[in-house]
């Protein structure tokens, strides 16, 4: 039928319109001649050069050769085996592209015509000229073997890859795989690979058994069921597929494992593993090997039925490799593991979870190509580690035995081919050395005996005893037997131990005897001989009567009479506390020497001949209980050990200064705490009155110090001694109030006044004019001795109050973010005391012009311990700005608080200022990454344009607004 008026052509039955770019058949069609415009309705077939479309009603737009097709539609696709289903889909022929909105989604056929999978969303688009599909929106994608879900889906049937975006999550073979973006690999229809970026996590569901009630542990009878879940996380996470199987996982950044250990399907614990990366191979559907590795860190956890173990096992090394199947374990680089009261270090580690056994080794032939920390060393709560080149242990028994190994009793070592221990206390040694030489390859002297038994803290049993000196046979006894008490207080002889110095000579050091005569004190004698020096006498002494005082007295005296030069040197050093009453305490502490250089020709400890200064004080505090009172008195000394030794060389310039000797004698401390003025009587309602508190506190200072100044003297410079006794009291009285105003502002108000006395003090010379004399360019002064005052002080207030902000944001575990954010504003204000006050002038600073009319100030109070005087006028307000971030987590029923970040800003702006009143702009952010890692930002702005310096103009400017410009960070 042809509609003349309207350009329209309109066909029924079995219609075919063909434009020779494509066919189109449907029941009906319309044909709009002005539009060039086709519209067919049933049963409806669309077909060009590479695609088909079917739908029940269809609108073809010849001009710009696309389709839009409703009503049961979909595009077929035969090169590439895809189909677009969806009520309403729109088809571009000349540029292939197709987009669905209308439930759509999309189904690929295999080879043989089955569906491989499908995909679902809101809004499917296709570009068909490149194989690729994304979908948008409640995305979903599923085939026999898994399903996934997403926010956003890119699929390129080219290169078989989907591109998951939006809280991507995997179900397959009972596991849950989730991340911020997921891409799946399909090759030849199979699904070879998946790789989750950032959070990455996989978790699974189970079923274990208990062990049977009564029955016995080789049996293996399943008891009661229980749900298990295993899971490990990362930020990158890679998982191959092996003839649809899993096949590996591969965990990288921050990687844990959570894994329940069964066998036989009954639970026998946790194991949880984390490190830089993680691998896991599969076998059969079944996990077989766990590999961790970088910084490695772990642990097994037993199940309470787990009877053949009841400890958690703790363990760390570089990499370890976790056999299920074989039920072994290997520890290699820094090895460590824990159980109970053992820690056990190697450079390799083998555990036989079926047998509780544990093998450790060195990473190379020992001794010769390992390194001391790789040896296996068992550590045991009580005693010293055992050490050895071989090492088996078993954690059930207790038992172990050590092959070439080695320990330290007391001030001993003891060495042995075999080391078996038989149980917590008794350990059998064969082929046995003990020695107190600490040159562990060839000691100079040891005791040598083929049978050694040795019990904890209680005694050695030798059998028989050869002694040694350089491996020369010299005493021989069938039998002996040591006490070997460990820490437990005895009297006993002290052995000695043998080295050579190409400065001191040979020597003999520690021979001695140790006298515990009650338990209330102790002495320790021993005697060190050099044979090129003489001997050395060192004494401790302990002492403590409880809950009254405790303290010590230890020394040397040293008798160089085998020197070229005979001496004679001592050292001393005091420590006692004292609490003479409830209220009142005295403790001191004291270093002295009879020569600055002691320590550095005749010690071998590395941290006295480094010793720099000698420290000593003594305190005497008093408290008065029920009153705010307190009084404290301190006497100090610190002396220069290496000052001796600088004035050896002559003084480069004049005016240089060695402190030698400093002395507080004493310092005298009187305060009183912070209290209200007005207290809150009881069962009265607080007033604004209730929170003015009031502040005292006085100190005596007298100060002496030693020291060398550089001078000229006889036309050279030479050093010369000064010794400078300062005095000076000072008290300070505080007023501050807190208040709340308007609800949610809190207002603070401080004042504080400061008194300085002094006796003791310098002024300006003057001549007959009442001129400044001047020398070298300074004022030349007088000492005088007169009772002098100051007085200064500064007032500040500040608002601030709290503003909460709450964001309910939930993703996964995250359910809220809360923004906490604090405005501060204050006020402060001091005067410039070397200038008039409101009309006052304070007269601390004394004013005066030279000979030749040149203007002079001087401060007599700058060399004195108070100080110079304030000066320079401050009137400033200050702005502050906090922030902090903070996230509520909630994993089941239990919710976690974490403190995200905080984020500060700070500045002031000084109105006393003539110039560059706003001081820079001070940003700083900080976030814990980690319980041991912190990351702190600092940033420093300035308002102010910059030319060699700061100048008094905006650096930059936006509509009025300035700019300030990045100084430091």
């Given at each position: 039928v042809y509609y003349a008026a309207d350009e329209i052509i309109e066909a029924h039955g079995n219609t075919n319109y063909d434009d020779g770019k494509v066919n189109l058949r449907a029941r009906k069609i319309k044909y709009y001649v002005d539009e060039d415009i086709s519209e067919a309705f049933g049963d409806v077939r669309l077909k060009d050069e590479k695609r088909s479309v079917r739908a029940d009603y269809l609108v073809y737009y010849s001009a710009e050769e696309k389709a839009v097709a409703e009503l049961n539609a979909?595009?077929?696709?035969?090169?590439?085996?895809?189909?677009?289903?969806?009520?309403?889909?729109?088809?571009?022929?000349?540029?292939?592209?197709?987009?669905?909105?209308?439930?759509?989604?999309?189904?690929?056929?295999?080879?043989?015509?089955?569906?491989?999978?499908?995909?679902?969303?809101?809004?499917?688009?296709?570009?068909?000229?490149?194989?690729?599909?994304i979908s948008i929106g409640n995305v979903r994608i599923w085939r026999d073997d898994f399903s996934a879900y997403s926010d956003e889906l890119d699929y390129n049937d080219s290169t078989e890859v989907a591109d998951m975006i939006g809280h991507p999550k995997v179900f397959r073979d009972g596991q849950d795989l989730s991340g911020d973006r997921m891409k799946l690999q399909l090759k030849g229809e199979m699904l070879q690979s998946l790789f989750i970026y950032n959070n990455a996590v996989a978790s699974s569901r189970g079923k274990a058994y208990l062990p049977a009630a009564g029955a016995d542990s080789s049996t293996k009878s399943h008891g009661d069921s229980l749900r298990v879940y295993d899971e490990i996380t990362g930020k990158f996470m890679e998982?191959?597929?092996?003839?649809?199987?899993?096949?590996?996982?591969?965990?990288?950044?921050?990687?844990?494992?959570?894994?329940?250990?069964?066998e036989d399907s009954i639970i026998q614990g946790v194991n949880i593993a984390s490190g830089d990366t993680v691998l896991m191979k599969f076998a059969d559907r079944r996990l077989n090997r766990i590999t961790v590795i970088g910084g490695t860190e772990g642990k097994f956890i037993p199940d309470k039925s787990n009877t053949s173990m009841d400890t958690t096992?703790?363990?760390?090394?570089?990499?370890?490799?976790?056999?299920?199947?074989?039920?072994?374990?290997?520890?290699?680089?820094?090895?460590?593991?824990?159980?109970?009261?053992?820690?056990?270090?190697?450079?390799?580690?083998?555990?036989?979870?079926?047998?509780?056994?544990?093998?450790?080794?060195?990473?190379?032939?020992?001794?010769?190509?390992?390194?001391?920390?790789?040896?296996?060393?068992?550590?045991?709560?009580g005693r010293e580690p055992f050490s050895g080149e071989q090492m088996v242990y078993n954690m059930k028994t207790k038992k172990g035995r050590i092959v070439e190994g080695k320990t330290k009793e007391q001030d001993g070592y003891y060495y042995g081919e075999n080391i078996a221990k038989v149980n917590t206390k008794e350990f059998y040694v064969s082929n046995g050395v003990y020695t107190t030489c600490d040159i562990e390859d060839h000691p100079h002297y040891h005791f040598q005996s083929r049978q050694m038994k040795l019990i904890h803290k209680d005694k050695?049993?030798?059998?028989?005893?050869?002694?040694?000196?350089?491996?020369?046979?010299?005493?021989?006894?069938?039998?002996?037997?040591?006490?070997?008490?460990?820490?437990?207080?005895?009297?006993?002889?002290?052995?000695?131990?043998?080295?050579?110095?190409?400065?001191?000579?040979?020597?003999?050091?520690?021979?001695?005897?140790?006298?515990?005569?009650?338990?209330?004190?102790?002495?320790?004698?021993?005697?060190?001989?050099?044979?090129?020096?003489?001997?050395?006498?060192?004494?401790?002494?302990?002492?403590?009567?409880?809950?009254?005082?405790?303290?010590?007295?230890?020394?040397?005296?040293?008798?160089?009479?085998?020197?070229?030069?005979?001496?004679?040197?001592?050292?001393?050093?005091?420590?006692?506390?004292?609490?003479?009453?409830?209220?009142?305490?005295?403790?001191?502490?004291?270093?002295?020497?009879?020569?600055?250089?002691?320590?550095?020709?005749?010690?071998?400890?590395?941290?006295?001949?480094?010793?720099?200064?000698?420290?000593?004080?003594?305190?005497?505090?008093?408290?008065?209980?029920?009153?705010?009172?307190?009084?404290?008195?301190?006497?100090?000394?610190?002396?220069?050990?290496?000052?001796?030794?600088?004035?050896k060389d002559a003084p480069a310039s004049s005016g240089q200064k060695i402190s030698y000797i400093s002395r507080s004698l004493p310092n005298v401390s009187f305060s009183r705490s912070s209290k209200p003025i007005i207290p809150l009587k009881s069962g009265a309602s607080s007033k604004w009155y209730n929170n003015i508190y009031f502040s005292l506190s006085s100190k005596l200072r007298n100060n002496q110090t030693i020291n060398y100044l550089s001078d000229v003297l006889d036309d050279s410079l030479q050093w010369q001694k000064n010794d400078v006794t300062k005095s000076a009291?000072?008290?300070?009285?505080?007023?501050?109030?807190?208040?709340?105003?308007?609800?949610?502002?809190?207002?603070?108000?401080?004042?504080?006044?400061?008194?300085?006395?002094?006796?003791?003090?310098?002024?300006?010379?003057?001549?007959?004019?009442?001129?400044?004399?001047?020398?070298?360019?300074?004022?030349?002064?007088?000492?005088?001795?007169?009772?002098?005052?100051?007085?200064?002080?500064?007032?500040?207030?500040?608002?601030?109050t709290k503003l909460y902000g709450m964001f309910p944001i939930r993703i996964g575990a995250l359910q809220v973010i809360r923004h906490v954010m604090t405005p501060q504003v204050g006020l402060s204000y001091r005067p410039d005391f070397t200038k008039q006050i409101f009309g006052w002038d304070p007269g601390y600073v004394e004013t005066g012009v030279d000979s030749i009319g040149n203007d002079w100030t001087y401060d007599p109070f700058q060399s004195t311990l108070l100080g110079s005087t304030p000066s320079g006028e401050s009137r400033s307000m200050t702005f502050s700005l906090s922030n902090i971030f903070q996230a509520k987590t909630k994993h089941g029923e239990e919710e976690n608080k974490i403190d995200l970040f905080t984020l500060n800003f700070r500045t002031s702006h000084n109105f006393a200022a003539d110039s560059l009143r706003w001081a820079p702009i001070s940003t700083s952010i900080r976030t814990q990454l980690s319980k041991k890692l912190a990351l702190n930002i600092s940033a420093s702005h300035d308002l102010y344009a910059y030319n060699n310096s700061r100048v008094n103009q905006w650096n930059d400017e936006w509509h009025g607004i300035p700019i300030p410009r990045l100084t430091n960070l």
């Open positions: 979909v595009i077929h696709d035969p090169r590439r085996n895809t189909s677009l289903y969806g009520d309403s889909l729109v088809y571009f022929s000349r540029t292939e592209n197709i987009e669905a909105n209308k439930n759509p989604y999309v189904v690929k056929l295999d080879s043989t015509g089955a569906e491989n999978f499908r995909i679902r969303g809101d809004i499917i688009r296709g570009y068909e000229d490149r194989g690729r599909f998982i191959f597929f092996k003839d649809g199987k899993t096949d590996s996982i591969r965990v990288f950044g921050m990687a844990t494992s959570y894994y329940n250990v069964t096992v703790v363990y760390s090394a570089e990499r370890i490799d976790y056999f299920l199947n074989d039920k072994e374990t290997f520890l290699r680089d820094n090895s460590s593991i824990e159980s109970g009261d053992m820690k056990l270090t190697a450079g390799k580690i083998q555990i036989q979870w079926n047998e509780n056994l544990l093998y450790a080794y060195p990473i190379g032939q020992a001794p010769f190509d390992s390194l001391p920390a790789d040896l296996p060393t068992l550590y045991q709560k050695i049993i030798a059998r028989p005893i050869i002694f040694y000196i350089q491996d020369i046979p010299l005493l021989a006894l069938p039998f002996g037997i040591f006490p070997n008490q460990g820490g437990r207080r005895h009297s006993g002889w002290l052995m000695p131990t043998y080295g050579e110095s190409g400065k001191d000579g040979g020597n003999i050091r520690g021979l001695g005897y140790f006298w515990a005569p009650s338990d209330y004190y102790d002495l320790k004698l021993t005697m060190d001989f050099y044979d090129r020096v003489g001997i050395v006498t060192r004494y401790a002494t302990r002492y403590k009567l409880r809950y009254v005082f405790d303290g010590s007295i230890r020394g040397k005296y040293t008798n160089e009479f085998l020197s070229d030069y005979e001496k004679r040197e001592w050292t001393l050093n005091i420590n006692h506390n004292h609490k003479i009453s409830p209220t009142m305490r005295f403790s001191a502490n004291g270093s002295f020497v009879s020569s600055d250089d002691l320590y550095q020709r005749m010690s071998y400890n590395q941290k006295d001949r480094l010793r720099q200064q000698l420290i000593s004080n003594a305190t005497l505090s008093k408290t008065w209980p029920g009153r705010p009172y307190s009084l404290s008195m301190t006497l100090n000394q610190t002396t220069n050990l290496q000052a001796n030794n600088l004035i009291v000072t008290h300070n009285i505080s007023m501050n109030s807190s208040q709340k105003i308007l609800k949610f502002i809190t207002l603070n108000q401080n004042m504080s006044i400061q008194e300085g006395w002094i006796m003791d003090y310098d002024m300006p010379v003057r001549d007959s004019s009442g001129a400044f004399i001047i020398q070298n360019n300074k004022i030349l002064t007088t000492p005088v001795t007169d009772f002098k005052a100051r007085h200064t002080g500064s007032v500040s207030m500040n608002a601030q």
